[in-house]
């Protein structure tokens, strides 16, 4: 890995006020499961000292070989991440080491990115989501307690507010973010028509905050709302959106449904339903949804006084299985399929290496393909400065996959080498879409009622 040592030369404009951070890539193991165990799986890493790993595969060896020959085959790869995390480590442990930090900056204002990098059944969803229910909660409970925990006692209700619980999502199709205008301009604006008209707000008040919420998953290159239930006819498509951009240049979903919430325990029932709703979407279509990526974000607005001073967001991205298909496997709707899904993912590895190249001041600003994707569309603003991104790579520790496992790695050692420049003053992403159909700011969607 000589070849890859890091340079970190940015250009000093671009350095200027602005903090340079190596992208942060965190390793996590998983255990053997059963099967692994019942299988007698040999171990193919090892974490070494110094926040490094060796992979390995297994020797060729069998009975009839003379002794000279065995061992033949074996290889061991090392590589370096910013801490590594070994089968035994708890949610706990594993959110104060990696994510906690960001969540910290983020309640300051900062934009964050986080997203889990691995093959199917490696981990990444346990990492993000995890089991709230038994207490085994991953880093999206875990960073919604934190953000939760800050603004305490601090949460904007709007005198209207009355929470609404039904068997339905309920739609409230909102007004289209005028173009011209910057959409952030425009929200604000709206917000603080509403927010003067409230007598129970006054100027002179501590901050109050707001969060909001929302779940998508890209599938096929298509960007699709998981709080939208499918539709109940088969021949009725799902309704994909579009990914636009803002004034600013940042790119933001849009139609996407945002959904203020007030707790940890709002969020997770949102989680369940958007999971719900791409496991069935999935099913109706044969397939797994781990071959999709899964975002959720969490929209943080300050308001002081009468005014909304900041947004912050942060985006917790699933994505699909980084496994290569087998070509002799895949045919008709699922090569398609297999294909974009490696499209987007190739893609992402396309941004990764030509941002790292880019650092080398010998190479001209090469073009970062961001605009190929539906994900590192969506993803370029936090690349190009605007927030801090983290990257959780989640491995199983078989020997078996050695092949995927080192793909893997060399894309993590890639990744790892990516200096980040960030803004001083990241420009807020994209404001929620507050407002309805009639002009009257959205203080909240409908929340379904978990189904008995
Ligand atoms: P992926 O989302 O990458 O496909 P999952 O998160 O679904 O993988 O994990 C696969 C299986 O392994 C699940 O049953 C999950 O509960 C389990 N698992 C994953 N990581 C851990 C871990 N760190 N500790 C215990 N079980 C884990
Ligand atoms: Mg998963």
Redesign the pocket.
């Known amino acids: 890995l000589s070849e890859l040592s890091t340079i970190s030369s940015v250009s000093a404009e671009q350095a200027d006020n602005a903090e340079q951070r190596q992208l942060r890539v965190y390793l996590?193991v998983?255990?053997f499961?059963k099967g692994e165990l019942a299988n007698d799986e040999n171990q193919g890493c090892i974490v070494l000292e110094n926040a490094e790993v060796a992979v390995l595969r297994a020797p060729k060896e069998s009975s009839s070989m003379k002794s000279s020959e065995k061992g033949v085959g074996q290889s061991i790869h090392k590589f370096s991440f910013s801490q590594i995390f070994g089968?035994d480590?708890t949610q706990t442990d594993f959110f104060k080491g990696t994510v906690r930090e960001l969540v910290y900056n983020y309640l300051d204002g900062g934009n964050a990115l986080v997203f889990?990098y691995?093959?199917?059944?490696?981990?990444?969803?346990?990492?993000i989501q995890g089991?709230s229910s038994e207490n085994d909660g991953g880093i999206l409970p875990r960073s919604l307690d934190v953000i939760f925990n800050h603004v305490k006692g601090r949460q904007y209700q709007h005198m209207d507010f009355k929470p609404h619980l039904s068997s339905d999502v309920q739609y409230l199709d909102s007004n289209q973010v005028k173009q011209e205008k910057s959409a952030k301009a425009a929200v604000f604006a709206m917000l603080k028509e509403v927010m003067e008209a409230d007598s129970s707000l006054s100027g002179g008040e501590p901050f109050q905050f707001a969060v909001w919420v929302s779940f998508c998953e890209i599938y096929n290159e298509y960007v699709y709302d998981l709080m939208e239930p499918l539709p109940t006819s088969r021949n009725h498509k799902r309704n994909a959106l579009r990914v636009c951009e803002d004034h600013s240049g940042n790119s933001y979903v849009r139609d996407l449904k945002w959904i203020n919430i007030f707790n940890t325990e709002e969020a997770c029932k949102i989680l369940k339903i958007g999971n719900k709703n791409r496991s069935a979407a999935c099913t109706r279509m044969n397939q797994t949804s781990?071959r999709s990526h899964g975002i959720f974000s969490v929209k943080l607005l300050r308001i002081d006084g009468k005014q909304v001073q900041k947004i912050s967001e942060l985006s917790l991205c699933?994505l699909a299985?980084s496994e290569r298909c087998n070509k002799t496997k895949t045919f008709g709707e699922r090569l398609k399929e297999a294909g974009n899904i490696n499209n987007s993912l190739l893609i992402l590895g396309k941004c990764i290496a030509a941002l790292r190249q880019n650092q080398n001041p010998k190479v001209k600003n090469n073009y970062v393909p961001f605009r190929e994707s539906k994900l590192t569309r969506l993803f370029q603003s936090i690349f190009c400065g605007k927030g801090r991104a983290c990257m959780i790579v989640?491995i199983n520790q078989c020997a078996s996959t050695f092949d995927e496992t080192l793909h893997v790695m060399k894309f993590s050692a890639v990744a790892k080498q990516v200096v980040q420049v960030i803004q001083p003053k990241p420009l807020a992403s994209i404001a929620p879409r507050l407002v309805g159909k009639d002009g009257k700011m959205l203080l909240r969607h409908a929340i379904v009622e978990e189904e008995a």
């Open positions: 996590r998983r255990p499961s089968p480590t889990t691995g093959v199917t059944n490696a981990g990444k969803t346990h990492t089991k781990s699933d299985g989640n």
